[in-house]
């Protein structure tokens, strides 16, 4: 797509995973495990690439979820995105994922790196 670095979210039994950039998906399995840990369900919504349409599906922690990133190396984490997205995600309309966001090739400026232990994710989402 595009020649964006594109990762994939496979959602329950199906074999067709959904393609989302990289970076964003580093920033929606941080938003994901931390409300699927905590039992809470909710909707996740994205644009079509081609602008056609959205498509949503409704998270919750029975349904298994698989995701494959193109770099090894951890993405590094722009608090004010994974702000915004914890804030959808708590919201009635659930995590919805922008056209802007989809497209997006480029890492944020003012991005850190946060560590994988529990503890980090737990402080840096404590903000939303």
Request: proline share 5%; charged share 20%.
């Amino acid at each position: 797509m595009d020649g964006r670095i594109m990762a994939n979210l496979f959602y329950g039994a199906g074999s067709t995973p959904i393609e989302i950039p990289d970076h964003l998906l580093a920033h929606v399995k941080i938003v994901i495990a931390t409300k699927l840990r905590r039992n809470e369900s909710f909707l996740m919504s994205w644009p079509h690439p081609d602008g056609s349409g959205r498509t949503s599906i409704w998270l919750q922690p029975s349904i298994p979820m698989r995701f494959v990133f193109s770099s090894s190396e951890s993405a590094e984490i722009d608090r004010a995105l994974l702000a915004r997205l914890a804030e959808s995600a708590n919201s009635n309309t659930g995590l919805a994922l922008t056209a802007e966001e989809m497209a997006d090739t480029q890492r944020a400026r003012g991005a850190v790196a946060v560590p994988d232990a529990d503890s980090e994710r737990s402080r840096v989402l404590a903000v939303a």
